[in-house]
């Protein structure tokens, strides 16, 4: 019940009213521009915060207030960012006592304070509208001493009529914001909680005759090819398009010849519509959008969401995001081949949506609206099912359709985020389908469908996924079968992964109405911090807060692509490239939705050992989406070398785009033709005893057989090694009831293996140590036998393992560690890369020759944590050392050791030593997505079992 601590009859203060507000004018169509005035309100305001929401009274708002001690602060922005007070951070817990709709006495109040003159051209006729595009939580607005209203909805416009209260000079805008309110229990959405007008303030001028609210419908036929077009327009006028023909009037249907707008093809149309007062530019883009035979199409053809959701994100200024971020963000997807974004979790700014119509994604537009901590108390007292809050529901549902309606880019409407259910979302959908009919309406949080188009689930498991693609699921209603299904969550990004997408993307492709899904999410949410370099929950001293939960990005904070970021492109990459390198035949799939391949050229290179000897064009017919075409590869250059050969073959912009240049890569693969030759053993040299030293060739060991030195190089500690610094994934999620992988290793010694000599045995011509590895208070084990080799100048290892006991977890990884002198230089290798990969995220690694500085190999998780493995070594040169295998194991090599790594909460945690410290893993453990999603799927975790490897050392040339 709201406001139980409440005296009955006693009048709630503005800010914990449940009601949305007063003084704002009805929602209506957002535009960026128009031929009638605009003065925006940015820049520096006056500002002063106090702790209470009543600790200072409202005379700062009054005509002639002197505010010049105040300080300044930047509009738009956050002003726990700018040096009063702190952010923090939870994902589903209110940071404060759940009494909706009271919230705490403790409240921070900023008033804000900016003086404006009207421009000497403003038009003195007509009426003027201040808009506010979004503020934190809960402001009451006055202008030059007259109060306007207050408002809650956070992320979603307000406007107030204030034309008779403006004057040539002087106007003074007076805004109160409240970090909490009752609006404050219909945002906990998984982010900062960052108080503050963080988005802009603009004076609109409003002629007579100006245009009011109106909707741009414009639908596509596709079997005729013609597209529809009506403007309903508040205020009457007239909508031309000249590149189409057409002059009508508002509210008249037109139909013409078209191309369509798809998110692979945008094609948008320059209109205009003119009312007696005033010409507003419009941009259109002709769609339909449907579900037929429980498949969601776009202009009569299947769609598949390869998405992200996407938070507004700034390292410097938290959702405060500039235009520039925006097209940032959105160039980024479409290099990396995302189609479609969800706006996680409430309508983002709206020229955001702009830059979508204009560059093409597919857009689920969701409403400012989340309850999620509710569920502590099992959703006792969620509004979303109390009728009192219902107004206040519909209020943010109406300000997020009208503002956004006329984008082509928007074709699903979300009621929200993780609100449960209740009566307030059946309202809001039923009003949504009322308004806008030629929509989609999706919610996550009813199993049962009954307010939704669409059937969605967050972190469903592949399996789970393949029954639903199958029919077979259990649960829910027969109706929900014969729906389209998507993950509007799934691939939790965080840290190191995520792993497991190429089984997904399989799954959507196998099955019609499982049609893609958005990985949580776009962009790790790290504050910049002097100490931390960025911040995550609970490092401003929050209580109480989930920790890093809050970086889960396919972004690093500063908008560098992480590993998972081009794992993903390549998973979904829009063209499929298979072959048999040998016969030199390639199957060339197209996997747009309405594209040919038209707009891509195709390259070949053949590489022997790694690096390119040839290199051509490949003609490839413009073959239609979902078609696929039979090509034939030139004649190899090489045959029979004995070296390892193959050919790579990509498909790349044939021109320039809005969003790449012509060159850059859509799609590869590689194909093999032949495997290369095994490596010589060394061997014939005897090893030699000598006190308390043996020597064998080049080696140098201590009386335990443990490798000292390789010529004039130290080498330091080499031994088996199974431990890794835990990712997140490994971590696992906190409010599961089982324990976290991480915590199963730990409880059974992984992190603190010791290791028993057994046997030093010199033969005619090997070195053989014979050890046990095994952790404390255990009888698990594993028998490890080091046998040594020389030719005189090089060095042979074979490391063989047999576990002993029977093992109840998989090992996080499986190989030898050892340390070189020096922590920096350079690192070269034949394998993998260039970035890390791991069992289940290796489908982005591209077999050649790379180089690169050791700093450089790290991946600069914000928490840290196992990173960096280069997969399909042949040979490495590093450190003065080169290694040569053919068992193609895994290569880290990094200027700290694991237990360090692990120890470190923040990247500046890590300070390199004077050890380059090196793994060779025969095995790692797979990554996949437990950090809020499922574990690592059975072919890539790695159990203990009989293994070998064997690798050459010798020293580099100079």
């Known amino acids: 019940m709201p406001g139980r601590g409440l005296m009955e009859g006693m009048e709630l203060p503005h800010h914990e009213d449940v009601s949305p507000g007063s003084g704002s004018l009805p929602p209506r169509a957002w535009y960026a521009a128009s031929d009638a005035p605009t003065l925006p309100l940015d820049g520096t305001w006056r500002f002063r915060l106090s702790p209470t929401a009543d600790a200072a009274d409202e005379s700062f708002a009054a005509d002639g207030f002197d505010a010049r001690a105040w300080e300044g602060i930047a509009v738009p922005g956050h002003w726990v960012l700018q040096g009063h007070g702190t952010p923090h951070y939870t994902n589903q817990l209110y940071p404060f006592p759940v009494d909706p709709p009271r919230v705490p006495t403790e409240n921070p109040t900023g008033d804000h304070l900016r003086t404006f003159d009207l421009p000497a051209d403003w038009p003195s006729d007509g009426g003027a509208t201040l808009r506010f595009d979004g503020v934190e939580s809960c402001a009451r607005v006055w202008l030059n001493g007259t109060p306007l209203g207050d408002f809650k909805g956070s992320?979603?416009?307000?406007?107030?009529?204030v034309g008779p209260l403006l004057r040539p000079e002087g106007n003074v805008l007076a805004v109160r914001v409240h970090q909490w309110s009752s609006g404050s229990y219909l945002e906990d959405q998984d982010q900062w909680w960052l108080p503050g007008i963080f988005r802009g303030v603009t004076l609109l001028h409003r002629p007579e005759g100006c245009a009011g609210d109106y909707f741009v419908h414009a639908s596509y036929d596709h079997r005729a090819g013609t597209g529809t077009l009506r403007v309903d327009s508040d205020v009457p006028g007239r909508v031309t398009v000249p590149e189409l023909g057409v002059d009508a009037a508002t509210g008249e249907t037109v139909a013409v010849p078209v191309r369509p707008w798809t998110a692979e093809t945008p094609r948008l149309y320059d209109a205009v519509l003119a009312t007696s007062g005033e010409r507003v530019p419009l941009r259109v883009g002709f769609r339909t959008v449907a579900v037929e035979d429980g498949v969601i199409k776009v202009n009569g053809r299947r769609i598949l969401f390869r998405g992200v959701n996407r938070h507004e994100f700034h390292p410097d200024t938290g959702r405060a995001v500039d235009l520039h971020t925006m097209r940032t963000d959105l160039l980024l997807m479409k290099r990396h081949n995302i189609n479609a974004v969800r706006t996680s979790h409430?309508?983002?700014?709206?020229?955001f949506l702009d830059l979508c119509n204009e560059l093409g994604l597919w857009v689920i537009d969701e409403c400012d609206l989340e309850t999620h901590g509710f569920t502590v108390q099992q959703w006792r007292g969620n509004p979303a099912d109390d009728d009192r809050w219902t107004p206040a529901l519909l209020d943010r549902a109406a300000r997020t359709v009208e503002r956004d309606k006329n984008h082509a880019s928007v074709i699903v409407w979300s009621l929200g985020n993780e609100c449960g259910t209740g009566r307030g979302l059946t309202a809001m959908a039923e009003?949504?389908?009322?308004?806008?009919?030629?929509?989609?309406?999706?919610?996550?949080?009813?199993?049962s469908c009954a307010d939704t188009d669409l059937y969605s689930r967050m972190y469903a498991d592949h399996a789970e996924v393949e029954r639903i693609g199958r029919g077979t699921d259990a649960g829910g209603p027969d109706s929900r079968r014969q729906l389209p299904f998507i993950l509007c969550e799934y691939a939790h990004a965080m840290g190191n992964g995520p792993g497991g997408l190429g089984e997904y993307q399989r799954l959507f492709e196998t099955y019609a109405h499982l049609q893609g899904g958005f990985v949580w999410e776009w962009i790790d949410h790290g504050l910049t911090h002097p100490a931390y370099d960025y911040a995550y929950g609970g490092d401003f001293g929050e209580q109480p807060h989930d920790g890093n939960f809050v970086c889960d990005g396919l972004l690093f904070p500063d908008r560098t692509p992480s590993p998972g970021l081009i794992e993903y492109k390549k998973v979904i990459e829009p063209v499929r490239i298979e072959g048999e390198g040998r016969e030199g035949t390639l199957r060339i799939t197209n996997l747009h939705d309405f594209a040919d391949l038209s707009h891509l050229a195709f390259t070949w290179s053949y590489e022997v050992a790694g690096e390119g000897v040839a290199d051509g064009v490949l003609p490839v017919p413009a073959t239609g989406p979902g078609e696929h075409a039979e090509v034939k590869l030139p004649p190899a250059p090489t045959r029979g070398s004995g070296a390892e050969t193959q050919w790579t073959v990509r498909a790349v912009l044939a021109d320039d785009t809005p969003w790449a240049q012509?060159?850059?890569?859509?799609?590869?693969?590689?194909?093999p033709v032949e495997t290369g030759t095994v490596l010589p053993v060394p061997g014939g040299t005897p090893p030699v005893r000598d006190g308390g030293r043996i020597t064998l060739g080049p080696a140098s060991f201590d009386a335990h057989g443990t490798l000292l030195s390789l010529g004039d190089l130290p080498i330091r500690d080499l031994r088996l090694d199974v431990w890794r610094a835990p990712t997140d994934n490994d971590n696992g999620m906190p409010w599961r009831p089982e324990p976290s992988l991480a915590t199963r290793w730990r409880k059974v010694g992984l992190d603190r293996m010791r290791h028993r000599l057994d046997a030093v045995e010199l033969g005619d011509g090997s070195l053989t140590v014979r050890t046990r590895v095994a952790p404390a208070a255990s009888d698990l084990g594993l028998s490890t036998e080091y046998r040594w080799q020389s030719d005189g100048s090089r060095l042979l290892l074979t490391v063989r393992v047999t576990p002993e006991g029977e093992w109840p977890v998989p090992l996080p990884r499986l190989g030898i560690r050892f340390g070189l002198p020096g922590a920096h230089g350079r690192v070269r290798w034949f394998g993998g890369g260039p970035g890390e990969a791991y069992p289940d995220t290796r489908a982005a690694s591209l077999l050649g020759v790379w180089e690169s500085d050791v700093a450089a190999l790290q991946t600069p998780y914000v928490r840290p944590q196992e990173n960096g493995a280069r997969p399909d070594i042949r040979?490495?040169?590093?450190?003065?050392?080169?290694i040569d295998t053919d068992h193609a194991p895994w290569l880290t090599a990094r200027p700290w050791t694991t237990e360090q790594l692990d120890a470190a909460a923040h990247r500046p945690d890590l300070t390199p030593g004077d050890t380059l410290w090196v793994n060779l893993d025969v095995g790692q453990h797979g990554i996949g997505t437990q950090s809020c999603g499922p574990g690592v799927l059975p072919p890539y975790e790695l159990h203990a079992a009989p293994s070998s490897l064997s690798c050459v050392f010798s020293l580099t040339t100079p």
């Open 875 to 882: 040979w490495a040169e590093l450190g003065g050392l080169r």
């Open 662 to 671: 012509r060159g850059h890569v859509v799609a590869w693969a590689q194909l």
């Open 346 to 351: 409430y309508p983002p700014h709206p020229a």
């Open 155 to 161: 992320r979603l416009p307000h406007e107030f009529a």
């Open 431 to 447: 009003w949504i389908r009322a308004r806008d009919p030629d929509r989609l309406v999706h919610y996550e949080g009813d199993r």
